[in-house]
């Protein structure tokens, strides 16, 4: 392999890993990476989920502080995070990623616009000094939304991160860097199955695979601690704005052809 490809894919692992401690999206760094050096799409989904996943470690490492918090909610989520990020990864294998696809690019607007509203929801949705979502039907609304996001992380997973903090802010959650733990945390779970699934479906590029989750690890790491020393209105404002570059990105890339 050629001293510039593997240059090319370390950098783009560590900017992947980065994102995704801090909003999620990394996906769309990495994937078209490897589409660029010539991997099959399917391949490249693959590989770039499994290296992905093994980077959380070190985003994982770098919230670690902030675990306790969440830990009610990783007992809530970790169920349907584990079914629904085996389902979506059993459905790559039976469909085409053509039509879903073309759902991505609106997936992430409405999530980058639901998370930049979230606030005034919030304030508008209060009763008696209690966020309505406490109850035990809203609270199972979220549940599901969530099996959703893991449904669609195991297939594809761009955005999943930036579709789970829009949706934790809704919660309760209000410390950014517990949304991010509680995020960093369920998507690895998600991709874990997923990229399980992929190795047994042999559809894992494992050279590329290996110099890749490298570059991860330290992305993710850097993206934890750098995001904990910036105040929690500018990560909410970084966040917003990966969410809409993302979107336009993507709104390019499937109808700009």
């Not at 783009?12 to 994937?31: D, K, Q, R, S, Y």
């Not at 939304?145 to 949706?167: D, E, P, T």
Request: hydrophobic letters at 55%; aromatic letters at 12%.
């Amino acid at each position: 392999m050629p001293l510039l490809q593997i240059v090319g894919l370390v950098l783009a692992a560590v900017a992947g890993g980065a994102i995704n401690a801090v909003a999620g999206g990394g996906t769309l760094v990495t994937f078209p990476t490897l589409l660029f050096y010539g991997v099959p799409p399917i391949i490249a989904n693959a590989t770039s989920t499994l290296a992905l996943v093994i980077g959380t470690s070190g985003g994982i490492y770098g919230f670690r502080e902030h675990l306790g918090p969440v830990r009610p909610w990783l007992r809530r989520f970790v169920p349907v995070s584990l079914l629904g990020g085996l389902l979506g990864a059993i459905l790559l294998n039976l469909t085409s990623n053509r039509t879903f696809g073309r759902l991505v690019p609106f997936l992430i607007l409405f999530a980058s616009i639901l998370f930049l509203a979230q606030g005034f929801f919030r304030r508008m949705i209060r009763a008696e000094g209690e966020v309505v979502v406490r109850k035990r039907s809203a609270i199972w609304g979220i549940i599901l939304f969530q099996f959703g996001v893991a449904v669609y992380g195991g297939y594809f997973g761009a955005g999943i991160g930036i579709l789970m903090l829009a949706s934790l802010g809704f919660i309760g959650l209000q410390n950014i860097h517990e949304m991010n733990t509680l995020k960093t945390s369920l998507g690895s779970l998600i991709n874990s199955v997923a990229a399980i699934w992929f190795i047994f479906a042999g559809l894992i590029d494992w050279r590329r695979a290996v110099i890749m989750t490298g570059g991860a690890v330290v992305g993710y790491y850097l993206g934890s601690k750098l995001s904990q020393r910036i105040p929690q209105r500018r990560v909410r404002q970084i966040i917003t704005a990966i969410g809409f570059i993302l979107s336009a990105v993507t709104f390019c890339q499937e109808f700009g052809k």
